[in-house]
């Protein structure tokens, strides 16, 4: 894992712990491989290193293998509503998939004053 990963989680970190946040949404398109490039455990320990944890992990299956990339974002979306927080970090996504998570996001009501998104350098 780069350095530069490491710090830019804790820049986020930072970030939510200058506004008090305590609890935050991770999303992040899953890759080839599986995973999320370890970025996810670089940012758990330093939200924890800031008093804050992630409440909710949504993972959107990679581009490539849906066939309607908006259902799937929209029903996986849609889980968000069941969750407290509405803080949201894009932790790592395709920037088409980028597009669609927005677009939906926007559509269904996630993007209001209410809540908050973070888009990591890995757009």
């Keep these: 894992m780069a350095n530069g990963d490491s710090e830019q989680m804790k820049c986020i970190a930072a970030t939510i712990s200058s506004f008090n946040w305590k ?7 899953d890759d ?3 995973g999320d490039s370890g ?9 924890r290193d800031v008093g804050s944890e992630i409440e909710y992990r949504l993972v959107l299956p990679p581009l490539s293998s849906v066939s309607n990339p908006n259902e799937v974002v929209q029903d996986e979306l849609i889980k968000l509503f069941k969750v407290q927080s509405r803080v949201y970090i ?3 996504s395709s920037l088409p998939m980028t597009i669609h ?3 939906k996001a926007k559509e269904i009501g996630l993007t209001g004053r209410d809540s908050a998104w973070i888009i990591t350098g890995t757009i």
Excluded at 39 to 47: D, R, V
């Design 23 to 29: 609890r935050v949404v991770v999303i992040y398109e």
């Design 90 to 92: 894009v932790l790592q």
């Design 39 to 47: 970025k996810l455990a670089l940012l758990s320990e330093a939200l």
């Design 32 to 34: 080839a491989f599986g």
């Design 101 to 103: 998570l927005f677009e």
